[in-house]
């Protein structure tokens, strides 16, 4: 069974660090192929792709943020850690994390989401 | 990369067809085909419904289906039933190992 648990504090204060942690289970970031993804959403707005992070450390980001996300792994975990630097109240939202593998081109099962308010 | 275009709501009535579309560019929705759809209940995580424009994963009914010309891809959700209500989201390969998401959908069942 395949399952995703994101983590990490409910509240940042703006110009922060956040630092959430998905903990996953059933499947290894150590095999060929597998990535996970980190997904995001404001209350009431669409969801956004943030980046990912593959078996081989290869690790992509979206363009927007590039300059303040960091994918990490901990292969012997099972976890993948995501870190946003100097954090504003835009940045609240639900982050989800989510699986990919390779030669797949979508995210197949995904964690429950973490709520995250950037306030003061 | 900006986000796809979707229309922000959808209705239909139970037993009937809607279909909602996802218009991005060349560079992600019509570069490939490697479009997904996600649906997502209140609260909840969202669930791939549709993947590769067209193909079901497992688990998934065959009323919902995909399918793409040019730009733009669409997913057509026949026999709706009240379950179906929910957002929907579109996402798409950008190339690189990017991906973008659509604005989302309302499906309301009347």
């Known amino acids: 069974q395949i399952t995703l648990k994101e983590s990490g504090p409910t509240l940042v204060k703006p110009t922060q660090t956040l630092t959430l942690t998905c903990t996953f289970s059933g499947f290894s970031l150590s095999t060929t192929g597998v990535g996970v993804g980190w997904i995001r959403q404001p209350p009431g707005k669409a969801l956004e792709w943030l980046a990912v992070?593959?078996?081989?450390?290869?690790?992509r980001y979206s363009p927007s943020l590039q300059s303040r996300l960091t994918l990490t792994k901990d292969t012997s975990k099972n976890q993948v850690v995501l870190t946003v630097t100097n954090v504003d109240p835009v940045d609240t939202a639900t982050y989800y994390c989510?699986?990919?593998?390779?030669?797949?081109?979508?995210?197949?099962?995904w964690g429950q989401g973490a709520l995250v308010t950037v306030s003061s | 990369q900006s986000a796809l275009t979707q229309p922000r709501s959808v209705s239909g009535s139970p037993g009937q067809s809607v279909t909602i579309s996802c218009t991005g560019t060349?560079?992600?929705?019509?570069?490939?085909?490697?479009v997904s759809w996600y649906q997502q209940h209140p609260g909840k995580a969202p669930k791939l419904m549709i993947y590769?424009?067209?193909k079901w994963p497992s688990g998934v009914p065959d009323r919902f289906s995909g399918s793409k010309s040019g730009n733009t891809a669409s997913l057509t959700i026949s026999g709706l039933q009240a379950g179906d209500e929910a957002d929907y989201y579109c996402c798409s390969y950008a190339g690189t190992y990017l991906w973008v998401f659509g604005g989302g959908t309302k499906l309301t069942v009347l």
């Open positions: 989510a699986r990919r593998t390779t030669p797949n081109y979508y995210f197949d099962f």
């Open positions: 060349s560079s992600d929705v019509g570069g490939y085909n490697y």
């Open positions: 992070i593959y078996w081989n450390d290869d690790t």
């Open positions: 590769d424009v067209n």
